[in-house]
């Protein structure tokens, strides 16, 4: 893919200033609104010339803190009220799904590109430009799988990694538009489950990134900036390797 069209790809970055998941531990508004801000920015960074959608489940308009940013490219600015009930019930993944839904419908970014790159906002992905180089248009996600180095278990995929994605409009509404009604959160089934499920239901293939995202910034739920240890980083790799190489994944991989 060339580096001209990865350039026109909406990040959307999902936000709710008001944590309405009481579980989550991060709950300060001005501190999860600060944060929010700095993912714009070193997004900024990282993707100068993409246009930024931040989206906000919470009625939260971040128009007059980005008015103050020193950008490249445009920084388009929605909000609307979650349903608070349905939140609280089945937790920050079906929030996430209503914000993503929201975006969709309403961002004349979104609408005029005809797709999106979706992070959840307070994060941002290091090597986004290397994880887009394979891009094919419609779908691109991270698998994250189980028992890779256990030599007398199966390797299955686990979920799929709902913090970074992208994907074209169509692809979004055809398959995955529902997935956080699906939630059934006291079972333990989130919206990574979901997607996961939609995955291998609808038999897609060749949809998933390599190598993996390098995710930082700070977790909604934890309230900690991630650790990504060059360990860390080398192990993930490697695990992607194993799994890649595996004849069973192989034509999962973009």
Known sequence: MSTSNINNIPILLTSSVVAHDKEVRLQDPTERARL???????????APHNPLVLC??????????VA??????????LHFQNNVELV??????????????HAVEHSTLIKSAGCFAKCTSK??????????QSWNGLLLMKGVFDHVFTPRK??????????????????????????????????GYGL????????????LKHCLMSPPPVISGVGGGTGAYYKNTKLRQLKEKWRYQLVKCNPLFRNWFA
């Open 68 to 77: 103050k940013l020193v950008s490249n490219g445009p920084v388009e600015c």
């Open 36 to 46: 929010a801000m700095e993912s714009v920015q070193q997004w900024r960074a990282i």
């Open 192 to 203: 990574e489950e979901s997607f996961r499920d939609i995955f291998l239901s609808k038999q």
């Open 154 to 187: 199966t390797t299955t995929l686990a979920y799929i990694d709902t913090r970074f994605y992208a994907m074209d409009v169509r692809t979004y509404q055809q398959h995955f538009q529902q997935a956080h009604e699906l939630i059934r959160v006291q079972e």
């Open 56 to 65: 906000d489940g919470s009625g939260f308009d971040f128009q007059p803190m």
């Open 88 to 101: 609280q019930k089945h937790g920050r993944g079906f929030g996430e799904g209503e914000i993503v839904r």
């Open 123 to 132: 994060l941002w992905v290091e090597n986004f430009s290397t994880c887009m």
